[in-house]
């Protein structure tokens, strides 16, 4: 059905800190509204809130009809003990919930309780509407046009590679049926083949959506208007006519709010300026006037006092206009983040060797490979998900076991590492701690400092490093590339879940960083930005090279 999802003057923050106020969205049928702002801005908490799955602070969220369906599609799947491939995907597109709520319903109507037809007609139509009847028999279709092998749907989602989850993940996005949808970081984890795949059913969406991203391309190429979350200033703003013309309105806002306010600073300046020099001059005057005058000459007197009044009065003059300035405030500074990559003393002229290397995990097998890795190279690897990509990684770091062959790292390596899962602060130690394991010299406040310029203040080192937020965890990540020198740097997927002005900040990083760095990235505009001496390209556990300025075989 069409709906329209419309949020009024939502007010929403974390303990004493307000994230945004006063937020208006009418969310309507096939417009896609993209969500922007930097890390800890609140988008994942509006859209929770808009999915009904918090409360605002202020304000009030309602849907037309109220009988419409809304689907929240997280940014980290939740992978569930014991859940297979089809229970997440009957979980994830409301399927599951509809099809509990018609069993319930079905029971009423068995024990003929009083209301139990129209329950079980509002529970039928709800089923029927997010498409219950005929999800099995379209899972097929989708997991084959998405590579999922026949019988995937009875895996564990818990024994999925990162690629395949999000095989799955973006599966489940296919077969939902909702009338609204809210997506947070769909494309994360996709390769550019599942990118496309989304970009299309984004495009032909006859629901209304409100997506966050920060694929640059996909944002061009998706949403109809941004919704800005802009904390530094506290204020909320919707800007029409897509991505690209959203940079340029930010852009020119930016620019006239800055003019703005040094028009409104140097008015206020000069006639400030001018009643300091008014006030000394009736000073003045008045001061002269009675130190020469004498008991004859009272006329004289009263003609320059009478001056000086005027002079005073000239001053009331511009103590009023200053009153009636209408005030501009200055526009707050942004915090910026500033990402340095500290480079450690130069390696051998050989960073790191495959030699006939083979690994095989499960049914998997990658190889056998062949591949050196020399001082300063730049190497971009591409592939399809689950083509073997982080296994290739891991090989030539020495952290995977290898079936034949043989793997190692050059002389005097020091390796930097930014993995998929951010696993160095996934577990329970408070962020400081987790952090100290990993450069055992350094103090605690130099540590605090550090990471305060990567956007983590003092109450996010002494929460449990897993509570923080993915791009939390992944500042996090890139503030340790600074803390101890590196110079084999290996970047696998550092776009996810970053917010667009680190990347940025990322890519400056790469330009300028003289060490051998290894980029596994799906971001198209990543990888036209990132200059490379090499690429990689990853497919069915094999690889291939090709020179810096050809394809891999992906657009």
Partial sequence: MSAILTAKGLTAGHADRTLFSGLDLVVAPGE????????????????????????????????SPPTATVGYLSQEPE??????VADFIARRTGVAGAQRDLDDATQLLVEERPGADDAYAGALDRWLALGGADLEDRTPQVFAMLGLRDGAERQPMASLS??????????????????????????????????????????????????VSHDRAFLERTVHRVLELDLAQQQVRLYGGGYLAYLEERQIAKQQARDAYEKYSDTRAGLQ???????SWADKGVREAKSKATDNDKHILHRQVSRSEKLAGKV????????????????RKEW????????????????????????????????????????????????????????????????????????????GIHVGEVDQARSLFGGSQPLLDAFAAQVPGMLPEEIRTLLAKYGLKADHVVRPAASLSPGERTRAALALLQARGVNLL????????LDLPAIEQLEDALATYPGTFILVTH???????????????????????????????QR
């Fill in 336 to 411: 910026q983040l500033k990402l340095e990559i500290a480079a450690a003393p130069r390696s051998g002229t050989v960073a790191a060797t495959l030699r006939d290397a083979v690994v095989e995990r499960g049914g998997f097998r990658l190889g056998p490979v062949s591949l050196q890795v020399n001082w300063a190279d730049r190497i971009a690897i591409t592939g399809p998900n689950g083509s073997g990509k982080s296994t290739l990684i891991a090989a030539l770091l020495g952290r995977l076991p290898l079936t034949s062959g043989h793997a190692a790292l050059g002389s």
């Fill in 32 to 63: 896609i509204t993209g969500l922007v702002g930097v890390n800890g801005a609140g988008k994942s908490t509006l859209l929770r809130i808009l999915a009904g799955l918090r409360p605002p602070d202020a304000g009030d969220v309602s849907l």
């Fill in 523 to 553: 971001d198209r505009r990543m990888l036209e930005s990132v200059l490379v001496t090499r690429r990689l390209s990853v497919a069915n556990g094999q690889v291939a090279e090709s020179a810096p300025g050809q394809s891999t075989g």
């Fill in 162 to 211: 990162g690629g395949q989850a999000a095989r799955a993940n973006l599966a489940s996005l296919l077969l939902s049926r909702y009338d609204v949808f809210l997506l947070d970081e769909p494309t994360n984890d996709l390769d550019i083949a599942g990118l496309e795949i989304l970009e299309d059913f984004v495009a032909h969406l006859r629901a209304g959506a409100v997506l």
């Fill in 490 to 497: 290996v970047l696998d997927e550092p776009t996810n879940h």
């Fill in 273 to 279: 300026q001018r009643m300091r020099t008014q006030i």
């Fill in 79 to 84: 992978r569930r003990a014991g859940e297979t």
């Fill in 316 to 331: 009331k003059a511009t103590e009023r206009m200053l009153e009636r300035l209408d005030v501009v405030e200055e526009p």
